[in-house]
C-alpha cells in the first residue's frame, strides 16, 4: 500500500513539473513557487478524487469572519426540520449572512416546502425573495433535460412553497416553476444574494453557480451553497475547482455551507 501511495505521489509530481509549469516560474518568478506547486500538485483529480480532498482544497472559515456582526433572527410557529430541508445550524447561518448582506433582492434555487424562503422573508423584510423549484408536474421518467438530476426521492415528496401559502403568506416572496438549467434568471432581476439548494450534481453546481454570477455581473454580491459536505461529491468537486482557480469559496466551520462574496 505504501508503495502504492509513493508511486501515485510521484506520478503527480512529474504531472505538475510540466513545460506549463515552467513558464509560468519564468513569467513569474519564483515567488509563492512552493505554495503554487503544491496547489497544481492538490488540483489533479484522476489519481485522488476521494471527497475529503475536495473539502481541503475548499478554505475554511468561520461564521464570525464572514459577517460583521450577529443579530436576532426571527423564527415563527410554521417552521419545521423535516427530511430534504436546512438543519437548524444551516438555516441560522444562512439568514445570519444574508442579513449582513442586506439584499434588496434575492434568489433561492430550491423551494422545497419553502420553510427557508419563509424565514428569509420574515428576517428580510424589506428584500423581494425569488425561488425557484422544478414544476410540479416533473416526472424523472419522462425528463429529458439537458443536465444529471438527483435526490428525485425528494422531488417526489416535496410541496412546494407549502410554508409560506395560505394564512400568514408573506407578500415579499415570488415563487418560480422551472429548470435552472433553461430558467431565465432575469427573472429574478436585481438580485445580489443568491442561494444554491437545487439539484446537487456536479453539472447543475456548475450551471446555477456560472448563471448566478452572470445575473450578479456589475454588482457585489454573495453565493452561498447548501450540501458542501462529503455525501455530496459533485458540490464539492465543482466548489474545490472554483478554489483552485482562486475564487473566494470558503466552508463555513460546524455547517455544511459554503460562501462566497464577488
Not at 76 to 96: H, K, M, N, Q
Not at 111 to 124: D, E, Q
Request: glycine share 10%; net charge positive.
Amino acid at each position: 500500500m505504501e508503495r502504492e501511495k509513493l508511486i501515485t505521489r510521484l506520478g503527480k509530481g512529474l504531472m505538475v513539473a510540466n513545460l506549463a509549469t515552467v513558464v509560468r516560474v519564468l513569467r513569474r518568478g519564483f515567488r509563492n513557487l512552493p505554495a503554487r506547486l503544491g496547489t497544481a500538485f492538490n488540483a489533479i483529480d484522476p489519481l485522488d478524487s476521494s471527497p475529503d480532498r475536495f473539502l481541503r482544497r475548499i478554505p475554511q472559515t468561520e461564521l464570525q469572519k464572514v459577517v460583521a456582526r450577529l443579530s436576532p433572527i426571527v423564527v415563527d410557529e410554521r417552521y419545521a426540520c423535516i427530511d430534504g430541508s436546512l438543519p437548524w445550524v444551516d438555516l441560522l447561518t444562512l439568514i445570519t449572512i444574508a442579513r449582513d448582506r442586506r439584499p434588496s433582492v434575492m434568489l433561492e434555487i430550491g423551494t422545497f416546502f419553502g420553510h427557508t424562503a419563509r424565514l428569509l422573508a420574515l428576517n428580510l423584510p424589506d428584500c423581494v425573495i425569488h425561488t425557484i423549484d422544478l414544476p410540479l408536474t416533473f416526472d424523472q421518467k419522462t425528463d429529458d433535460g439537458e443536465l444529471p438530476k438527483d435526490d428525485f426521492h425528494l422531488i417526489k415528496g416535496r410541496e412546494v412553497g407549502k410554508a409560506f401559502r395560505g394564512a400568514g403568506s408573506l407578500s415579499n416572496i415570488v415563487q418560480h416553476s422551472g429548470d435552472t438549467a433553461t430558467w431565465d434568471f432575469g427573472n429574478a432581476p436585481g438580485a445580489t444574494v443568491f442561494f444554491v439548494d437545487g439539484s446537487h450534481t456536479y453539472e447543475y453546481a456548475r450551471n446555477d453557480t456560472e448563471k448566478c454570477l452572470a445575473a450578479g455581473k456589475g454588482r457585489p454580491g454573495t453565493i452561498m451553497w447548501h450540501d458542501c459536505d462529503g455525501g455530496h461529491r459533485g458540490v464539492i468537486r465543482y466548489l474545490a475547482e472554483l478554489a483552485t482557480k482562486g475564487y473566494p469559496v470558503r466552508r463555513i466551520a460546524g455547517t455544511t455551507l459554503a460562501v462566497m462574496d464577488f
